[in-house]
């Protein structure tokens, strides 16, 4: 526990939450998606809430808490799934929603405050004629800053790949936890030192990043009554550069029927798409080839804007999950990534493997400039020895597994470690080890600490 009293005090005016239902609110996220993270994380809580205004009330924030020996995580909307806003020794929560601001848009090149909803920022931009590249299922809920220190890529990486592809984040300002912070400016490649970092590499408080030429989008869906056709045809469709699209996704029954506000007939897969307007018959012509039948066919627009109805995307990546876990409180999920070659004969033979035990659930993006897979797998949950083990054999079959029933950096990559930058990075800007402290296994840190924490 820490002196809240005391360091309230010394913040001056920057606001705080002190009630304690609202502390505990906002020191959680979605990790209940996971049975393992449910029980490891669901007594943690910060001990005060600070909502900083600008990146000079950040400033004083790190001051506080390195003088202090204090922990402190930096959260956005709370929408990740890992735990990565959790904070596992209290200390103060950093909501960094206030800081909502667009800074610039010069041409296509946006710079923003890291608590900026996704959503506002392609109504702020659309005028101009320019959307977001990407953005995870939770656009309309989750903060750009926490979707680059969180996430890692969704709709839209079927064309631009994740985050942490080259170019896809231009800049990052970050903020170092010492009695005297510096305030650092990330360019080019530097950007990875912040990106899935979790927030223990620094406090970003703008980024800046490239978009895309606005497009009228479509959300389609597509049947079948085959598993690998599904596959093969949102493979074909992921492969069709000629074809403006945002996202490719594949849904095994019996997970369709789970999906909200959806009728899927039982036993029937599906591909879900966003496909640009001027190429709808080019997605048709395509499913006809595979013999899918067009389900829905709507404006990504429309659904944004109603209150009834939901945006295909958010019945892909983890929403997926999320809708099987409302039908079903006992299943949870992997996040694997397939290679690019071979990718069709490993779908198939963990799908004969596991069958309903392990139900596919795939959504088709580029790595390195290849098209791959990565798998959102629901999972049957029977016991953690069962999941490790479902786990070791996917690895063994040559799919990675960034493992979602772990907290630390480390241990959830799919390659079990994290690249040199990152620690070393770590030991510039957070010496003592404050930010966010557990999540990133292999940092040491400095010995020395406050008045009130660490020592």
Known sequence: MIDVDGFIAELGDIPVITERALVRQKSRDFFWYSPILKDQLNSKSADLIVCPRDEADVVAVCSLCARRGVPLTARGA????????????????????????????????????????????ERAVAADGWELRMYPSTKRTATIGGFVAGGSGGIG????????????????????????????????DAVNQVNHAYGTTGIITALTIPLAPKLPWMDVIGSFDDLMTAVRCA???????????????????????????????????????????????????????????E???????????????????????????LHALRRDKSVTYLQTLFPPDGTLELIQATHLAYGDEVMIHLEFLRVAGRL????????????????????????????????????????????????????????????????????????????????????
């Open 157 to 188: 990486s079927v064309t631009y790949g994740g985050l942490r592809e080259r170019g896809n984040i231009v800049a990052a300002r970050v903020v170092s936890c010492e009695r005297e912070p510096r305030v650092v400016t990330l360019t080019g």
């Open 372 to 455: 791959t897979c990565s798998g959102l797998q629901v999972v049957k949950f029977s016991t953690a020895e069962r999941l490790w083990e479902i786990i070791a054999e996917m690895e063994a079959r040559g799919i990675r597994v960034a493992n979602p029933h772990v907290v630390t950096l480390e241990d959830g990559a799919g390659h079990k470690r994290i690249g040199a930058e990152q620690p070393a990075f770590k030991r510039l800007m957070d010496p003592a080890g404050l930010l966010n402290p557990g999540k990133m296994r292999t940092y040491v840190p400095e010995t020395g600490g406050g008045e009130d924490g660490r020592r």
């Open 295 to 321: 389900i829905l066919c709507r404006p990504t627009a429309d659904a944004e804007l109603s209150p009834e109805l939901i945006p295909a995307y958010e019945y892909t990546w983890n929403h997926t999950t």
């Open 78 to 121: 709370g929408t990740g799934n890992y735990g990565q806003a959790v904070p596992l020794e209290g200390g103060v929560v950093l909501d960094m929603t206030s800081m909502d601001k667009v800074l610039d848009l010069d041409g296509g090149l946006l710079t923003v405050q890291p608590g900026c909803r996704l959503i506002d920022i």
């Open 235 to 293: 493979r074909t469709f992921g492969l069709s550069d000629g074809i403006a699209k945002k996202l490719a996704s594949v849904v095994a029954s019996p997970l369709p029927q789970n999906l909200r506000n959806l009728e899927v007939a039982e036993g029937k897969h599906v591909v879900i798409a966003m496909v640009a307007r001027h190429a709808l018959t080019a997605w048709r012509d395509l499913l006809a080839e595979f013999g899918g039948t």
